[in-house]
T-cell receptor, first 116, second 114 residues
């Protein structure tokens, strides 16, 4: 079955540091890949997505590239701010399994804490 | 503004009582989902619905029930059979088309059962 593995947190950084959160996946077919962000006490917000190999998703200074050869979708940001403190989830949707509709498979989440 | 609403934000119940969590969307999405999130954990799928009057069990459906009588609404009932109901519950929806797989989430309902 499908699975998503994320690096465990928490990840603690200073403001303006470089952030990388690793995400690798196992899936049949050709999945679409997503990064979601969850701020304390809130629902998840879609941060970025990529639907095919070598696509780069980007939003709010965050980037992730769909690497089919390494089955990875690592999230990066060049200079984090205190406001980036949140939990980040990697997820995939396998477009080939029509019977499953478009269910998402989520990683366990990575908590990021940015200190001033 | 289009979006997903969940109410209430906090809900308290006594053990042995059924409780229904509301989820409404005005995005005209076909598919809707319910997830459970426990502290420090990822999301686990409870139920999902691709179209009105149809729904399927997710990974942890035991002790929960849903209905999908209208496209906009997908209420979740946490029954007394659910052994550990205290959790953060998230509702989501998606267009459910071949080119749009992302899900959009509501703000969540935190249920506490004592």
């Amino acid at each position: 079955g499908n699975s998503v593995t994320q690096m465990e947190g928490p990840v603690t950084l200073s403001e303006e540091a470089f952030l990388t959160i690793n995400c690798t996946y196992t899936a049949t077919g050709y999945p679409s890949l997503f990064w979601y962000v969850q701020y304390p006490g809130e629902g998840l917000q879609l941060l970025l997505k990529a639907t095919k190999a070598d696509d780069k998703g980007s939003n709010k200074g965050f980037e992730a590239t769909y690497r089919k050869e390494t089955t990875s979708f690592h999230l990066e940001k060049g200079s984090v701010q205190v406001s980036d403190s949140a939990v980040y989830f990697c997820a995939l949707s396998d477009a080939m399994i029509k019977a499953a509709g478009n269910k998402l498979t989520f990683g366990g989440g990575t908590r990021v804490l940015v200190k001033p | 503004d289009g979006g997903i609403t969940q109410s209430p934000k906090y809900l308290f119940r006594k053990e042995g009582q059924n409780v229904t969590l509301s989820c409404e969307q005005n995005l005209n999405h076909d598919a809707m989902y319910w997830y459970r999130q426990d502290p420090g954990q990822g999301l686990r799928l409870i139920y999902y619905s691709q179209i009105v009057n149809d729904f399927q069990k997710g990974d942890i459906a035991e002790g929960y029930s849903v209905s999908r009588e209208k496209k906009e609404s997908f209420p979740l009932t946490v029954t007394s059979a659910q052994k550990n109901p205290t959790a953060f519950y998230l509702c989501a929806s998606s267009a459910g088309t071949e080119t749009s797989y992302e899900q959009y989430f509501g703000p969540g309902t935190r249920l506490t059962v004592t």
